[in-house]
Protein backbone atom coordinates (compact mmCIF):
# COMPACT_ATOMS: atom_id res chain seq x y z
CA UNK A 1 0.00 0.00 0.00
CA UNK A 2 2.91 2.04 0.98
CA UNK A 3 4.35 1.95 -2.45
CA UNK A 4 1.59 2.33 -4.67
CA UNK A 5 0.87 5.27 -2.24
CA UNK A 6 4.03 7.13 -2.96
CA UNK A 7 3.58 5.88 -7.00
CA UNK A 8 0.38 7.84 -6.74
CA UNK A 9 1.74 10.78 -4.77
CA UNK A 10 4.50 11.17 -7.16
CA UNK A 11 2.28 11.25 -10.34
CA UNK A 12 -0.06 13.44 -8.69
CA UNK A 13 2.84 15.99 -8.60
CA UNK A 14 4.29 15.49 -11.49
CA UNK A 15 0.41 16.27 -13.26
CA UNK A 16 0.32 19.23 -10.96
CA UNK A 17 3.87 20.79 -12.10
CA UNK A 18 2.82 19.90 -15.35
CA UNK A 19 -0.53 21.88 -15.08
CA UNK A 20 1.74 24.65 -13.21
CA UNK A 21 3.34 25.31 -16.22
CA UNK A 22 1.96 27.05 -19.11
CA UNK A 23 2.63 26.81 -22.51
CA UNK A 24 4.73 29.91 -24.20
CA UNK A 25 2.19 32.21 -26.01
CA UNK A 26 2.88 31.72 -29.61
CA UNK A 27 3.58 34.77 -31.69
CA UNK A 28 1.67 36.19 -35.03
CA UNK A 29 5.48 37.46 -36.42
CA UNK A 30 8.66 36.91 -35.39
CA UNK A 31 11.62 39.17 -36.49
CA UNK A 32 14.80 37.57 -35.77
CA UNK A 33 18.74 37.87 -36.94
CA UNK A 34 18.62 41.63 -36.58
CA UNK A 35 20.22 44.07 -34.36
CA UNK A 36 16.79 45.80 -32.78
CA UNK A 37 17.42 48.95 -30.47
CA UNK A 38 15.04 48.47 -27.96
CA UNK A 39 15.60 52.38 -26.60
CA UNK A 40 14.64 50.49 -23.40
CA UNK A 41 16.64 48.47 -20.36
CA UNK A 42 17.27 45.70 -22.76
CA UNK A 43 19.42 47.83 -25.37
CA UNK A 44 20.38 45.95 -27.96
CA UNK A 45 18.41 42.61 -29.03
CA UNK A 46 18.38 40.05 -31.44
CA UNK A 47 14.84 39.20 -32.02
CA UNK A 48 11.45 40.04 -30.81
CA UNK A 49 7.95 38.61 -31.45
CA UNK A 50 4.23 40.46 -32.01
CA UNK A 51 0.95 39.26 -30.85
CA UNK A 52 -1.42 41.34 -32.29
CA UNK A 53 -0.71 45.09 -31.95
CA UNK A 54 1.67 44.59 -28.93
CA UNK A 55 5.47 43.27 -28.37
CA UNK A 56 5.12 39.84 -26.77
CA UNK A 57 8.79 39.84 -26.32
CA UNK A 58 12.52 40.21 -27.15
CA UNK A 59 15.74 38.75 -26.54
CA UNK A 60 17.68 36.43 -28.74
CA UNK A 61 17.08 34.80 -32.17
CA UNK A 62 16.51 31.36 -30.36
CA UNK A 63 14.38 32.49 -27.31
CA UNK A 64 12.00 34.15 -30.18
CA UNK A 65 11.96 31.41 -32.11
CA UNK A 66 10.65 29.29 -29.14
CA UNK A 67 7.62 31.63 -29.47
CA UNK A 68 7.01 30.75 -33.03
CA UNK A 69 4.40 27.86 -34.62
CA UNK A 70 3.56 26.74 -37.98
CA UNK A 71 1.25 29.90 -37.91
CA UNK A 72 3.57 32.19 -37.14
CA UNK A 73 4.74 34.77 -39.89
CA UNK A 74 8.43 34.42 -39.94
CA UNK A 75 10.60 37.66 -40.88
CA UNK A 76 14.56 37.11 -41.62
CA UNK A 77 16.10 40.43 -41.01
CA UNK A 78 19.46 39.42 -42.32
CA UNK A 79 21.30 41.73 -40.01
CA UNK A 80 19.18 44.72 -40.62
CA UNK A 81 19.04 47.39 -37.80
CA UNK A 82 15.18 48.01 -36.60
CA UNK A 83 14.45 51.58 -33.94
CA UNK A 84 10.97 52.11 -32.51
CA UNK A 85 8.54 54.23 -34.74
CA UNK A 86 9.67 57.67 -35.23
CA UNK A 87 6.93 60.30 -33.53
CA UNK A 88 7.47 63.38 -35.32
CA UNK A 89 6.28 65.59 -32.02
CA UNK A 90 5.56 68.31 -34.23
CA UNK A 91 4.06 69.11 -38.03
CA UNK A 92 1.83 71.37 -39.43
CA UNK A 93 -0.65 69.04 -41.55
CA UNK A 94 -2.56 72.19 -43.31
CA UNK A 95 -2.56 72.35 -46.77
CA UNK A 96 -2.02 76.05 -48.22
CA UNK A 97 -1.05 75.11 -51.42
CA UNK A 98 -4.03 75.54 -54.01
CA UNK A 99 -5.00 73.46 -56.97
CA UNK A 100 -4.40 75.73 -59.83
CA UNK A 101 -1.50 77.61 -58.37
CA UNK A 102 2.11 78.10 -59.60
CA UNK A 103 4.89 77.47 -57.56
CA UNK A 104 7.65 79.50 -58.59
CA UNK A 105 10.88 77.21 -59.19
CA UNK A 106 13.68 78.93 -57.35
CA UNK A 107 17.68 77.72 -56.92
CA UNK A 108 17.84 78.84 -53.58
CA UNK A 109 16.22 78.55 -50.02
CA UNK A 110 17.07 82.79 -49.68
CA UNK A 111 17.02 83.74 -53.21
CA UNK A 112 17.60 87.65 -54.04
CA UNK A 113 14.70 90.06 -55.23
CA UNK A 114 16.06 90.13 -58.00
CA UNK A 115 15.93 85.86 -58.93
CA UNK A 116 12.55 86.34 -57.38
CA UNK A 117 11.17 89.23 -59.86
CA UNK A 118 13.26 87.70 -62.78
CA UNK A 119 11.04 84.22 -62.19
CA UNK A 120 8.06 86.35 -61.46
CA UNK A 121 8.27 87.60 -64.48
CA UNK A 122 8.45 84.58 -66.43
CA UNK A 123 5.92 82.61 -64.64
CA UNK A 124 3.55 85.45 -65.90
CA UNK A 125 4.48 85.01 -69.51
CA UNK A 126 3.52 81.38 -69.27
CA UNK A 127 -0.04 81.34 -67.10
CA UNK A 128 -3.20 82.40 -67.28
CA UNK A 129 -4.28 85.89 -65.53
CA UNK A 130 -6.47 84.25 -62.98
CA UNK A 131 -3.52 81.84 -61.75
CA UNK A 132 -1.83 82.22 -58.61
CA UNK A 133 1.73 83.01 -58.47
CA UNK A 134 3.54 81.31 -55.03
CA UNK A 135 7.10 81.34 -53.86
CA UNK A 136 9.01 80.55 -50.65
CA UNK A 137 11.60 83.00 -49.96
CA UNK A 138 14.27 83.70 -47.45
CA UNK A 139 15.48 86.81 -45.14
CA UNK A 140 17.51 88.22 -48.38
CA UNK A 141 14.19 88.63 -50.67
CA UNK A 142 12.22 89.54 -47.70
CA UNK A 143 14.01 92.43 -46.13
CA UNK A 144 15.13 94.20 -49.64
CA UNK A 145 13.39 97.76 -50.37
CA UNK A 146 12.34 96.84 -53.70
CA UNK A 147 10.43 93.75 -52.84
CA UNK A 148 7.26 95.05 -51.98
CA UNK A 149 3.40 94.42 -52.78
CA UNK A 150 3.43 97.70 -55.25
CA UNK A 151 6.66 96.29 -56.89
CA UNK A 152 4.59 93.14 -57.02
CA UNK A 153 1.38 95.01 -58.33
CA UNK A 154 3.48 96.46 -60.97
CA UNK A 155 4.86 93.38 -62.40
CA UNK A 156 1.28 91.00 -62.04
CA UNK A 157 -1.66 93.12 -61.63
CA UNK A 158 -3.57 90.67 -62.80
CA UNK A 159 -2.21 87.41 -60.85
CA UNK A 160 -2.23 87.31 -57.23
CA UNK A 161 1.00 86.63 -56.52
CA UNK A 162 2.18 85.50 -52.92
CA UNK A 163 5.74 85.65 -51.52
CA UNK A 164 6.04 83.56 -48.52
CA UNK A 165 8.87 83.25 -45.61
CA UNK A 166 9.01 79.08 -45.74
CA UNK A 167 8.96 79.59 -41.84
CA UNK A 168 5.80 80.25 -42.42
CA UNK A 169 5.78 83.32 -40.02
CA UNK A 170 5.58 86.45 -43.27
CA UNK A 171 4.20 87.29 -46.20
CA UNK A 172 4.08 89.94 -49.19
CA UNK A 173 1.28 89.95 -51.03
CA UNK A 174 -0.15 92.00 -54.03
CA UNK A 175 -3.59 93.42 -54.47
CA UNK A 176 -4.93 90.90 -56.92
CA UNK A 177 -4.24 88.36 -53.98
CA UNK A 178 -5.78 90.37 -51.35
CA UNK A 179 -9.02 90.14 -53.68
CA UNK A 180 -8.43 86.70 -54.42
CA UNK A 181 -8.65 85.09 -50.87
CA UNK A 182 -10.93 88.33 -49.73
CA UNK A 183 -7.56 89.38 -47.08
CA UNK A 184 -8.96 91.69 -44.34
CA UNK A 185 -6.79 94.97 -44.62
CA UNK A 186 -8.81 97.12 -42.42
CA UNK A 187 -6.57 96.05 -39.19
CA UNK A 188 -4.63 92.72 -38.62
CA UNK A 189 -6.11 89.92 -36.26
CA UNK A 190 -4.95 89.19 -32.93
CA UNK A 191 -1.85 88.88 -32.60
CA UNK A 192 -0.70 89.79 -36.18
CA UNK A 193 0.73 92.38 -37.47
CA UNK A 194 1.62 94.32 -41.09
CA UNK A 195 4.88 95.56 -42.21
CA UNK A 196 8.32 93.88 -42.80
CA UNK A 197 9.21 95.43 -38.85
CA UNK A 198 6.20 94.67 -37.24
CA UNK A 199 5.63 98.64 -37.21
CA UNK A 200 3.66 99.72 -39.80
CA UNK A 201 0.76 101.61 -38.63
CA UNK A 202 -1.39 100.28 -41.81
CA UNK A 203 -2.27 97.56 -44.20
CA UNK A 204 1.31 97.82 -46.80
CA UNK A 205 0.52 94.03 -48.37
CA UNK A 206 2.58 92.58 -45.88
CA UNK A 207 1.62 90.22 -43.07
CA UNK A 208 3.09 88.48 -40.16
CA UNK A 209 2.14 85.97 -37.73
CA UNK A 210 -1.28 85.65 -36.77
CA UNK A 211 -2.02 87.97 -40.08
CA UNK A 212 0.05 85.26 -42.19
CA UNK A 213 -1.66 82.40 -40.34
CA UNK A 214 -5.08 84.55 -41.21
CA UNK A 215 -4.21 84.13 -44.82
CA UNK A 216 -2.88 80.44 -44.99
CA UNK A 217 -6.20 79.65 -43.41
CA UNK A 218 -7.89 81.69 -46.05
CA UNK A 219 -6.00 79.47 -48.98
CA UNK A 220 -6.31 76.31 -47.19
CA UNK A 221 -9.99 77.19 -47.44
CA UNK A 222 -9.75 77.66 -51.22
CA UNK A 223 -8.72 74.11 -51.67
CA UNK A 224 -11.20 71.22 -52.23
CA UNK A 225 -11.45 68.12 -50.10
CA UNK A 226 -10.02 66.16 -52.90
CA UNK A 227 -7.25 68.25 -53.78
CA UNK A 228 -6.09 67.98 -49.93
CA UNK A 229 -6.68 64.74 -49.61
CA UNK A 230 -4.22 63.61 -51.99
CA UNK A 231 -1.80 65.64 -50.72
CA UNK A 232 -2.37 64.36 -47.33
CA UNK A 233 -1.81 60.86 -48.80
CA UNK A 234 0.92 61.53 -50.63
CA UNK A 235 2.45 63.00 -46.95
CA UNK A 236 1.58 59.98 -45.54
CA UNK A 237 2.84 57.81 -47.77
CA UNK A 238 5.97 59.76 -46.93
CA UNK A 239 5.45 59.37 -43.68
CA UNK A 240 6.07 55.23 -43.85
CA UNK A 241 8.55 55.50 -46.08
CA UNK A 242 10.71 56.87 -43.37
CA UNK A 243 9.76 54.93 -40.85
CA UNK A 244 7.05 57.42 -39.17
CA UNK A 245 4.93 55.71 -37.42
CA UNK A 246 3.28 58.66 -35.32
CA UNK A 247 2.62 62.07 -36.30
CA UNK A 248 1.39 65.10 -33.99
CA UNK A 249 -0.04 67.67 -35.97
CA UNK A 250 -0.93 71.25 -35.45
CA UNK A 251 -3.89 72.49 -37.15
CA UNK A 252 -5.55 75.70 -37.54
CA UNK A 253 -8.71 73.85 -38.86
CA UNK A 254 -8.57 70.65 -36.44
CA UNK A 255 -12.36 69.39 -37.98
CA UNK A 256 -11.69 69.35 -41.35
CA UNK A 257 -8.15 67.89 -40.81
CA UNK A 258 -9.85 65.22 -38.67
CA UNK A 259 -12.69 64.64 -41.26
CA UNK A 260 -10.56 64.10 -44.03
CA UNK A 261 -7.79 61.98 -41.72
CA UNK A 262 -11.14 59.52 -41.32
CA UNK A 263 -11.35 59.03 -44.67
CA UNK A 264 -8.21 58.15 -45.85
CA UNK A 265 -8.13 55.35 -42.95
CA UNK A 266 -4.81 55.85 -42.33
CA UNK A 267 -3.01 53.31 -40.07
CA UNK A 268 -0.42 56.09 -38.93
CA UNK A 269 -1.17 57.09 -35.41
CA UNK A 270 -1.78 61.11 -35.48
CA UNK A 271 -2.69 63.30 -32.56
CA UNK A 272 -4.11 66.18 -34.15
CA UNK A 273 -3.92 69.53 -31.60
CA UNK A 274 -6.06 72.61 -32.15
CA UNK A 275 -4.16 75.88 -33.26
CA UNK A 276 -6.29 78.78 -33.47
CA UNK A 277 -5.81 81.61 -35.25
CA UNK A 278 -7.76 84.62 -34.02
CA UNK A 279 -5.77 84.74 -31.00
CA UNK A 280 -7.54 84.68 -27.46
CA UNK A 281 -11.01 85.13 -29.20
CA UNK A 282 -10.90 81.54 -30.12
CA UNK A 283 -8.53 80.20 -27.58
CA UNK A 284 -10.32 77.14 -26.96
CA UNK A 285 -8.86 73.46 -26.97
CA UNK A 286 -11.19 70.93 -29.12
CA UNK A 287 -12.51 68.41 -26.30
CA UNK A 288 -9.98 65.53 -25.90
CA UNK A 289 -11.25 62.66 -27.80
CA UNK A 290 -10.24 59.40 -29.08
CA UNK A 291 -11.77 59.57 -32.74
CA UNK A 292 -10.65 56.50 -34.57
CA UNK A 293 -8.14 53.40 -32.75
CA UNK A 294 -5.12 55.44 -34.48
CA UNK A 295 -6.61 59.11 -34.93
CA UNK A 296 -7.59 61.49 -32.12
CA UNK A 297 -7.27 65.49 -31.04
CA UNK A 298 -5.43 66.70 -27.79
CA UNK A 299 -3.97 69.71 -27.10
CA UNK A 300 -3.95 73.63 -27.58
CA UNK A 301 -1.12 75.83 -28.66
CA UNK A 302 -0.32 79.45 -28.92
CA UNK A 303 2.48 80.58 -31.10
CA UNK A 304 4.21 83.61 -29.02
CA UNK A 305 6.51 85.03 -31.45
CA UNK A 306 8.19 85.03 -34.46
CA UNK A 307 11.66 83.22 -35.87
CA UNK A 308 14.97 84.70 -36.55
CA UNK A 309 14.43 84.57 -39.88
CA UNK A 310 11.91 88.21 -40.22
CA UNK A 311 14.16 89.10 -36.71
CA UNK A 312 10.54 88.60 -34.91
CA UNK A 313 11.40 86.22 -31.81
CA UNK A 314 11.81 88.19 -28.94
CA UNK A 315 14.61 88.74 -27.20
CA UNK A 316 16.46 90.16 -23.75
CA UNK A 317 19.11 92.41 -26.17
CA UNK A 318 19.03 93.84 -29.56
CA UNK A 319 19.35 92.22 -32.44
CA UNK A 320 23.36 92.59 -33.38
CA UNK A 321 21.91 93.61 -36.96
CA UNK A 322 19.68 95.69 -36.18
CA UNK A 323 20.24 97.27 -32.87
CA UNK A 324 16.79 99.25 -32.82
CA UNK A 325 14.91 95.77 -32.68
CA UNK A 326 14.07 92.90 -29.73
CA UNK A 327 11.50 91.38 -32.07
CA UNK A 328 7.74 91.17 -30.07
CA UNK A 329 5.66 89.30 -28.58
CA UNK A 330 3.02 88.18 -30.25
CA UNK A 331 0.32 88.49 -27.23
CA UNK A 332 0.98 90.74 -24.22
CA UNK A 333 2.61 89.71 -20.85
CA UNK A 334 -0.77 89.45 -19.22
CA UNK A 335 -2.22 87.32 -21.98
CA UNK A 336 0.44 85.12 -21.37
CA UNK A 337 0.10 84.74 -17.53
CA UNK A 338 -3.72 83.88 -18.24
CA UNK A 339 -2.91 81.17 -20.71
CA UNK A 340 -0.81 79.81 -18.55
CA UNK A 341 -3.11 80.12 -15.41
CA UNK A 342 -5.71 78.20 -17.95
CA UNK A 343 -3.28 75.67 -18.30
CA UNK A 344 -2.76 75.09 -14.44
CA UNK A 345 -6.75 74.72 -14.32
CA UNK A 346 -7.59 72.56 -17.04
CA UNK A 347 -6.92 69.08 -18.13
CA UNK A 348 -5.86 70.36 -21.58
CA UNK A 349 -2.19 70.07 -22.70
CA UNK A 350 -1.02 73.45 -23.81
CA UNK A 351 1.94 73.86 -26.60
CA UNK A 352 3.57 77.53 -26.56
CA UNK A 353 5.83 78.36 -29.24
CA UNK A 354 8.90 80.12 -28.11
CA UNK A 355 11.69 81.09 -30.11
CA UNK A 356 13.21 83.63 -28.28
CA UNK A 357 14.85 83.90 -24.98
CA UNK A 358 12.52 86.90 -23.57
CA UNK A 359 9.33 84.77 -24.67
CA UNK A 360 10.94 81.94 -22.47
CA UNK A 361 11.78 84.21 -19.59
CA UNK A 362 8.01 85.42 -19.79
CA UNK A 363 6.48 82.18 -19.84
CA UNK A 364 8.95 80.72 -17.42
CA UNK A 365 7.71 83.76 -14.80
CA UNK A 366 4.52 83.44 -15.99
CA UNK A 367 4.68 79.56 -14.08
CA UNK A 368 6.55 80.27 -11.14
CA UNK A 369 3.54 82.85 -10.42
CA UNK A 370 1.15 80.23 -10.14
CA UNK A 371 2.69 77.80 -8.01
CA UNK A 372 3.53 74.46 -7.30
CA UNK A 373 0.30 73.87 -6.46
CA UNK A 374 -0.42 73.34 -10.54
CA UNK A 375 1.87 70.24 -10.45
CA UNK A 376 4.06 71.92 -13.72
CA UNK A 377 5.74 68.61 -14.44
CA UNK A 378 2.84 66.70 -14.37
CA UNK A 379 1.13 68.83 -17.16
CA UNK A 380 4.18 68.66 -19.43
CA UNK A 381 3.85 72.01 -20.56
CA UNK A 382 5.84 72.13 -23.96
CA UNK A 383 7.98 74.42 -25.61
CA UNK A 384 7.88 74.30 -29.10
CA UNK A 385 11.44 75.23 -30.87
CA UNK A 386 12.66 76.52 -27.20
CA UNK A 387 15.69 77.96 -29.26
CA UNK A 388 15.65 80.61 -26.81
CA UNK A 389 15.96 78.79 -23.97
CA UNK A 390 19.71 79.98 -22.49
CA UNK A 391 21.79 78.37 -20.10
CA UNK A 392 20.55 80.83 -17.10
CA UNK A 393 16.58 79.47 -17.92
CA UNK A 394 17.30 75.79 -18.13
CA UNK A 395 17.39 75.30 -14.47
CA UNK A 396 14.30 77.21 -14.26
CA UNK A 397 12.59 74.59 -17.15
CA UNK A 398 14.07 71.48 -15.10
CA UNK A 399 12.31 72.47 -11.74
CA UNK A 400 9.35 73.71 -13.81
CA UNK A 401 8.81 70.13 -15.61
CA UNK A 402 9.00 72.13 -19.38
CA UNK A 403 9.09 69.64 -22.42
CA UNK A 404 11.03 71.23 -24.94
CA UNK A 405 10.41 70.06 -28.79
CA UNK A 406 13.26 70.64 -30.59
CA UNK A 407 13.39 70.97 -34.56
CA UNK A 408 17.45 70.36 -35.76
CA UNK A 409 16.39 71.19 -39.33
CA UNK A 410 16.71 74.97 -37.23
CA UNK A 411 20.41 74.53 -37.58
CA UNK A 412 20.15 75.30 -41.26
CA UNK A 413 20.05 79.07 -40.20
CA UNK A 414 23.29 78.70 -38.23
CA UNK A 415 24.99 81.48 -40.08
CA UNK A 416 21.76 83.54 -40.21
CA UNK A 417 21.64 82.77 -36.51
CA UNK A 418 25.25 84.25 -35.98
CA UNK A 419 24.71 87.35 -37.82
CA UNK A 420 21.19 88.10 -35.70
CA UNK A 421 22.69 87.44 -32.58
CA UNK A 422 26.45 87.82 -32.92
CA UNK A 423 28.36 84.83 -32.00
CA UNK A 424 28.40 85.01 -27.77
CA UNK A 425 24.53 84.49 -27.79
CA UNK A 426 24.36 82.51 -30.99
CA UNK A 427 26.20 79.71 -29.04
CA UNK A 428 23.28 80.23 -26.45
CA UNK A 429 20.58 79.01 -28.31
CA UNK A 430 19.38 75.83 -30.06
CA UNK A 431 20.69 73.84 -27.31
CA UNK A 432 20.60 69.93 -26.94
CA UNK A 433 23.10 68.37 -25.40
CA UNK A 434 23.06 70.90 -22.17
CA UNK A 435 19.12 70.22 -21.89
CA UNK A 436 19.65 66.38 -22.04
CA UNK A 437 22.69 66.67 -19.25
CA UNK A 438 20.16 68.99 -16.70
CA UNK A 439 17.35 66.30 -17.12
CA UNK A 440 15.09 68.37 -19.12
CA UNK A 441 12.49 66.25 -21.33
CA UNK A 442 13.00 66.54 -24.89
CA UNK A 443 11.47 65.40 -28.10
CA UNK A 444 11.91 65.75 -31.62
CA UNK A 445 9.86 67.09 -34.54
CA UNK A 446 10.26 68.38 -38.14
CA UNK A 447 8.41 71.47 -38.49
CA UNK A 448 7.37 70.57 -41.83
CA UNK A 449 4.97 73.19 -43.15
CA UNK A 450 2.46 71.17 -45.32
CA UNK A 451 2.02 67.92 -47.01
CA UNK A 452 4.61 68.94 -49.81
CA UNK A 453 7.53 69.04 -47.49
CA UNK A 454 10.33 66.75 -46.51
CA UNK A 455 9.48 65.12 -43.42
CA UNK A 456 13.37 62.79 -43.71
CA UNK A 457 13.87 62.44 -39.91
CA UNK A 458 17.36 61.27 -40.19
CA UNK A 459 18.00 64.60 -42.16
CA UNK A 460 17.26 65.55 -38.42
CA UNK A 461 18.95 63.53 -36.60
CA UNK A 462 22.42 64.36 -39.15
CA UNK A 463 21.50 67.84 -37.81
CA UNK A 464 20.90 66.99 -33.79
CA UNK A 465 24.23 64.31 -34.23
CA UNK A 466 26.75 66.86 -35.70
CA UNK A 467 25.33 70.21 -34.81
CA UNK A 468 27.19 72.01 -37.28
CA UNK A 469 27.78 75.37 -35.23
CA UNK A 470 28.24 73.76 -31.81
CA UNK A 471 29.30 70.06 -31.89
CA UNK A 472 29.49 69.91 -28.02
CA UNK A 473 25.69 70.19 -27.94
CA UNK A 474 25.53 67.43 -30.28
CA UNK A 475 23.61 64.28 -29.69
CA UNK A 476 25.07 61.04 -29.93
CA UNK A 477 22.70 58.72 -32.38
CA UNK A 478 21.34 56.47 -29.70
CA UNK A 479 20.35 59.54 -27.67
CA UNK A 480 18.69 61.30 -31.28
CA UNK A 481 16.65 58.40 -31.91
CA UNK A 482 15.65 58.56 -28.00
CA UNK A 483 14.55 61.54 -28.57
CA UNK A 484 12.40 61.16 -32.05
CA UNK A 485 10.56 58.13 -30.26
CA UNK A 486 10.79 57.78 -26.53
CA UNK A 487 11.22 61.24 -26.05
CA UNK A 488 8.27 62.32 -28.44
CA UNK A 489 6.06 59.39 -26.76
CA UNK A 490 6.41 61.22 -23.60
CA UNK A 491 5.77 64.76 -25.04
CA UNK A 492 2.32 62.95 -25.62
CA UNK A 493 1.95 61.46 -22.36
CA UNK A 494 1.80 57.87 -24.62
CA UNK A 495 5.39 56.74 -22.81
CA UNK A 496 3.39 53.44 -21.42
CA UNK A 497 2.25 52.68 -24.73
CA UNK A 498 4.92 53.62 -27.26
CA UNK A 499 8.42 55.59 -28.29
CA UNK A 500 10.68 52.09 -26.80
CA UNK A 501 10.28 47.94 -27.92
CA UNK A 502 9.75 46.07 -25.18
CA UNK A 503 6.99 43.58 -23.84
CA UNK A 504 3.25 45.09 -23.79
CA UNK A 505 4.26 48.10 -25.84
CA UNK A 506 2.60 48.93 -29.34
CA UNK A 507 4.35 46.78 -32.00
CA UNK A 508 5.29 50.20 -33.53
CA UNK A 509 9.21 49.91 -35.75
CA UNK A 510 11.23 50.25 -38.37
CA UNK A 511 13.40 48.03 -40.34
CA UNK A 512 16.05 50.53 -41.55
CA UNK A 513 17.52 50.39 -44.98
CA UNK A 514 21.37 50.91 -43.41
CA UNK A 515 22.39 50.79 -39.98
CA UNK A 516 22.74 54.60 -39.49
CA UNK A 517 24.92 53.80 -36.13
CA UNK A 518 27.47 52.51 -38.47
CA UNK A 519 27.67 55.03 -41.62
CA UNK A 520 29.23 58.17 -41.98
CA UNK A 521 27.12 61.17 -41.43
CA UNK A 522 26.01 62.41 -45.11
CA UNK A 523 24.90 59.40 -45.35
CA UNK A 524 22.50 59.15 -42.93
CA UNK A 525 19.10 61.43 -44.70
CA UNK A 526 19.38 58.24 -47.16
CA UNK A 527 18.29 56.09 -45.13
CA UNK A 528 14.15 54.57 -45.54
CA UNK A 529 12.28 52.11 -44.08
CA UNK A 530 12.35 48.99 -45.27
CA UNK A 531 9.98 47.50 -43.35
CA UNK A 532 7.24 49.58 -41.20
CA UNK A 533 5.10 48.05 -38.78
CA UNK A 534 2.11 49.85 -36.97
CA UNK A 535 0.27 48.01 -33.94
CA UNK A 536 1.73 44.85 -35.32
CA UNK A 537 0.40 45.64 -39.09
CA UNK A 538 2.98 45.63 -42.18
CA UNK A 539 2.30 48.92 -43.52
CA UNK A 540 5.18 49.03 -46.13
CA UNK A 541 7.65 46.62 -46.98
CA UNK A 542 10.58 46.62 -49.79
CA UNK A 543 11.96 42.91 -49.33
Not at 218 to 226: H, K
Not at 501 to 528: C, H, M, R, W, Y
Request: hydrophobic share 40%; with cysteine.
Amino acid sequence: MRATSSTAIVAACIWLVSCGRQAPVSADIILTNGRIFTGGAAGFVEALAVRGENILSVGTTQEINARATEATRRIDLDGRLVIPGINDAHVHMDNSALPDGRELKLDSMDPTCAQVIAALKTEIGKTRDDTPILAAIGPSAFFDTQCTAETLDHIAPRHAVVLRTWTGHAAILNRAAVERFRVPVSHPPEAGFYGKTMRAKSWDGVVQEYARFQLDSLMSGAATDDFVMGRLSAFLADAARYGITSLQAMSHDPNRLLRLLQQLNTPIRIRVISLPIHGMSEGRPEPDRQVTGNLRVSGLKFILDGTPVERSMAIRKPYQDDPSGNGQLDFSEEFIRRAVRSAAETNHPVLFHVAGDRTAEVVLQAMESVGAHADWPGRRLRFEHGDGLMPDLIPRAKALGVVVVQNPSHLMVGDLTVRRLGPERAGQVLLFRSLLQAGVPLALGSDVGGPDAVLNPFLNILFATTHPNHPQEALTREEAIAAYTKGSAYAEFAENEKGTLEQGKKADLAVLSQNIFDVAPPELPKTESVLTMIGGKIVRQTF
